[in-house]
């Protein structure tokens, strides 16, 4: 792979990627029959926030600050190795896929211990539920991702993610359709988005990925949020891959697909918001646990 | 090279001898005299002299012995000098630390007869990885927990360290009493390792003692029980070494059991890889639960060893289904996470030491604010705490990939060890996860945030000698995870005494590109934060940075009592798996429409020991009770005794 072409993803998840959250907000607002933000909004919210000052805790130490950076960090090398169809990923090698989950679990890793660090304890009840959760959705991720490997005989990212549908077998749509359901709710939960998270709720109490960023502000909550924007995007081309691997070889045309895929799902999750209410806290587990054994049934599947 | 490994090798025990004597002569001084200095150049000579072997190759050498059965045999092949390296460099480094926690724990003697047990630990250590024959591989090993029993008593006046250093001694020696019959067993005259050999039912039976008596110092669950009593109530540089090296003796004994038993069978592997699986899940669980940091961390050594038996246990079931690269790639992250897990715990034991002696207190839920007063004891443990919970771009996430790479090759290879690879790969997956939880909750609770106490507020950094050996382990924790590509030549000798004739003893190719890859990103992940740091100085200048108040909804009279606790922070996760964890909470509700009090304790007790060995136990004291009248405490009753057993020999003999 030639490298200006698999850095075209790359850029194009940059400058794209908080544009998921107006199309969101948009699909949002023709259910509530409203006229939604301006598209751009989302820009202008993070260049705002990166043209401000930085106001910190009196507790806070240098773990506070390195908390947004750690985050952006490593999710730009996630984004490396995401395939976009035919430009496949920047990074790739076997079993990049394991790397590729630390490295957002390293990411969570930073967020906590930001939290941890104002000694608030909405911050701290925030960062309780954010790594119970994580802990079931990381299981269902990894498995699934197992039972893509045994499918596609693949161990990278962009070799079980990039291959076309036909060389399936005949397992292939079960498994993957099992998949892409596990996903999808690993999805919600890791962008805290409903049904497991509400991005904009107004009560510190219920609230787990906002109340955790609650004393960001400035230019850290605007790292916090594109951080965001990248991951939502990373997760939406993985669950793409996942239902809809397509390689025209053209790398242009793919990766313009994808990322009409990508608004596609962005579509998806806001209709989801829209028609369903959050979770109960108590029930959240279930759901993921439920999306573990979807990925459990997807590597039987393959298995049998 | 070869023969001043062996020079080398020797000259060291001779040096922890001489240490161990020197510690005899009382002295007046805190820390207790020379015995410290001794064992740390001792055992630095040591790890030297194991990694001089590692490259030039081995040695073999015996000596004639009075005694019975055998001759003191000693070598170094690849598996000793792997298991050398750690051992020695661990207790050199634990060594500089014990002198400067000691000297704060007063009492110049007991002090001195302290480092007399701990260099007699670390010649014990030693010999039990280097011995060739059973019976110097016993003596060594009783040695062992022998003189580790003694460190853990350091503070024999507290009832509860009592009670842990007996338990300790109780679960070690019922363990070695398995050992002893598994070396009958295996024994084919003069108990040398060399002639030892095995087929058919009785290697079951012996792989089977093995792993419940080498588990039971490893730290296995169900036999994990002795590990939360004893390091707790062990000095930290002690636990250090205990849990940081010394229970990986055990994992040592299996593997050196496994080269005498010919080619393994499938449930073999399978075995290693449930029981790790089980002990990897249970032990991060039960950490999470707990509310004192020793007892958090001692039952993270049962995760790790968990973790470390998975590796084993997938590349055994390669070996046996012939598959090189799940082989190489299990054995090799099972290797690899001793070497690793030895690193941050002892890293981690002697964080939580230096923070015992500032805050007075090994209650997580009374400190807080610590690592604005101790920033070296705090940032070297956040390396660690990241490290353990299997974070790139550090130590712990490589022999982790490597496990994860053999449980894919496993599910890829769509054969019968499919469901052992998604074994792996789940547990692994729950461990990193709950691992990730629990050490926030440490790290978090104990060193950010406000001081919950006034003594935790005077809290003040340690001294040098404590300090200085936890930069050094935290600056390897960075060095092994970024060095990864690199590190396959010394596990090499290792696994070619494990793999037999015909397997190749190399990474697969992928594999080795792989660790490239993750080297490689994790350089990029460090300087892409660097990049990040400069760019938002650059935004920042010359705006305005101000301090303030955390934000609490308004409150104006917040006081650290209402920050979130280690355990309610914790709580969700084990409600959650309540099941397996069975926690205690007593609840005193507010009453009333001026409540005058309410409480709220919780703790959960091991439940394998309330549920399973108390009840054992009691009920083996009611059996020994029937044979009380024969003990009246009158010396010529016990004499007779003795002159009745001797008869009753002497008529066996004569027979």
Known sequence: MEMPWSALPVLVAFVASPFLLSIINRTKAFFGGRKGRPLLQPYHDIAKLLKKGAVYSRTATPVFRFGPIVGLAAVCCALALTPMGGPGSMVSFEGDVILFAYLFALMRFAAVLAALDTGSSFEGMGASREVQFSAL????FLLGISAMAGLTHKISLSGMLGIPVASDGPSGVTVRTLVAAAFFIVLLAENSRIPVDDPETHLELTMIHEVMVLDHGGVDLGLIEFAGCLKLWIMSAVFLGTVLP???????GDTALIAA????????????????????LLVVPQLLVGAGIMSLLGLIVVLG | MVLSSM???LASLFILAAGAALSLIPVSGKGGGHGSILAAAGSGLAAFSAILSLFGGGWDRSWPWSIPMGSIHIGMDGLSAFFVVPIAAIS????????GYLKEEGDGRRASGSWFFYNILILSMLLVVCARSGLLFLVAWEL????SFFLVMFHREKEEVVRAG????????LGTALLLVMFLLLDRGGMEFSRFGLEGGSAAVVFVLAVAGFGTKAGLIPMHVWLPEAHPAAPSHVSAVMSGVMIKTGIYGILRVLTFLGPPLPWWGWLLLLTGAVSGILGVLFALAQHDLKRLLAYHSVENIGIITLGLGSGILGLSFGSTAIAVLGLGGGLLHVVNHAVFKSLLFMGAGSVAHAAGTLKIDRMGGLLRRMPMTGGTFLAGSAAISGLPPLNGFVSEFLIFCAGFTAVVSRGPLLPAGAVAIASLALIGGLASACFTKAFGIIFLGEPRTQRVSGSRESSKAMVVPMVILAGLCMVLGLAAPWLFPFLAPALSALLPEGFAVELPGWAAESLQGVAGLGGVLIFLVLVLVLFRAFLLKGRGVRRSDTWGCGYLAPNPRMQYTASSYAWPTVNMFRMFLRPVRVVEDPEGFLPASAALKSHTPDVFLEGFYVPLFLWVRRAASLLRWMHQGQTHYYVLYIALTALVFLAWRLW
């Open chain 2, 144 to 147: 062992m927990s022998l003189s």
């Open chain 2, 92 to 99: 050199s480094l634990a060594a500089v630390y014990g002198r």
């Open chain 2, 166 to 173: 007996l338990t300790y001694l109780v679960a070690t020696h």
């Open chain 1, 246 to 252: 397509v390689r025209f070889g053209n790398p242009l």
């Open chain 1, 261 to 280: 895929g990508i608004g596609g799902i962005a579509v998806l999750i806001g209709i989801v918001e829209s028609t369903m209410a959050r979770l109960r």
């Open chain 2, 7 to 9: 020079f080398l090798f």
């Open chain 1, 137 to 140: 959705t990381e299981v269902a």
